[in-house]
C-alpha cells in the first residue's frame, strides 16, 4: 500500500510542489475505485495504479475547472400536459489545463477498493475576481441530488455530477417562477466540493451551485 502511495506522488511530478499558501484557495478530495462493478473499456483488473493515479487527477481538474469556469446550460423542462419532453445541456465555458502548477496535492488515502485524494488549487487574481463575481445575490444558490446507474462505468459518476447540477437549477426555478417556462439558458458554478456516494447499484452525487438565468422563454400559447 505504501508503495502505491508513494509511486502516485511521483508520478504527479509538477503538481505536488506546494509553495507558500495563497490566500484563495479551492479544494476537493475526489476518488476513484480500484475495483469497480464494470471494468472500464475492458482494460485490466484491478485497475492499474497509473490508470486510477490519472482518471482521480483527471476528476479534480473537471471539479476545478467547474467550481472556477463553470458551465453554460440549455434547459427544456418538462411538461406532460404539453407532451414536451424534458431536456438538459451542460457546455464548460472553460477548463483548467493538464498539468496546471496551480492545482497540488495534498494528501492521497487508499480505503478498501478507493483512492481518495486531497487536491488545492491556487487561484489568480482573475480567477478569484470571477468566484467573488458569483457571491453576488444576483446568483442563486441551490443545491440538488442527481444519480447513474454503475452498470454505465466509471464515468457515470460524472453523469451523477450533472444530473445533480439540473436537479439544483429545476429546484431553483420551481421555487423561482410560478409558470413553467419553455426554455432557459444562463450560467452555473459548482459552489462546493461534491458529495458522491455508491448504493443499490447507483452512483447519487449532491452538489451545491450558483446559477445565473440569461434568458428565460415562455410559454405563448398553451
Not at 495504479?49 to 482518471?55: D, V, Y
Not at 495534498?106 to 470571477?130: K, Q
Request: no cysteine; glycine share 6%.
Amino acid at each position: 500500500m505504501r508503495r502505491f502511495i508513494v509511486s502516485f506522488l511521483l508520478a504527479v511530478g509538477p503538481l505536488f510542489l506546494l509553495h507558500a499558501e495563497p490566500p484563495d484557495l479551492l479544494f476537493v478530495r475526489p476518488w476513484v475505485e480500484l475495483e469497480p462493478m464494470v471494468r472500464p473499456d475492458q482494460g485490466p483488473y484491478p485497475v492499474p495504479a497509473a490508470a486510477a493515479e490519472k482518471s482521480v487527477l483527471e476528476e479534480g481538474r473537471v471539479l476545478f475547472s467547474a467550481m472556477i469556469y463553470g458551465w453554460s446550460f440549455t434547459y427544456f423542462p418538462g411538461d406532460r400536459s404539453r407532451k414536451v419532453q424534458e431536456s438538459f445541456e451542460l457546455l464548460p465555458v472553460a477548463q483548467v489545463p493538464w498539468g496546471s502548477r496551480h492545482l497540488s496535492v495534498r494528501e492521497t488515502t487508499v480505503e478498501e477498493t478507493r483512492l481518495w485524494v486531497r487536491m488545492s488549487y491556487a487561484l489568480d487574481d482573475d480567477e478569484s475576481l470571477r468566484r467573488s463575481g458569483w457571491e453576488s445575490n444576483t446568483a442563486a444558490l441551490s443545491t440538488g441530488q442527481g444519480k447513474a446507474s454503475v452498470m454505465q462505468g466509471p464515468s457515470a459518476k460524472m453523469s451523477a455530477l450533472q444530473d445533480a447540477v439540473r436537479d439544483a437549477i429545476r429546484r431553483s426555478l420551481d421555487v423561482r417562477y410560478v409558470n413553467k417556462p419553455r426554455e432557459i439558458t444562463g450560467e452555473v458554478v459548482l459552489w462546493d466540493d461534491p458529495e458522491s456516494i455508491v448504493r443499490a447499484g447507483f452512483y447519487f452525487t449532491t452538489a451545491k451551485v450558483k446559477l445565473m438565468v440569461r434568458e428565460l422563454v415562455p410559454y405563448r400559447i398553451f
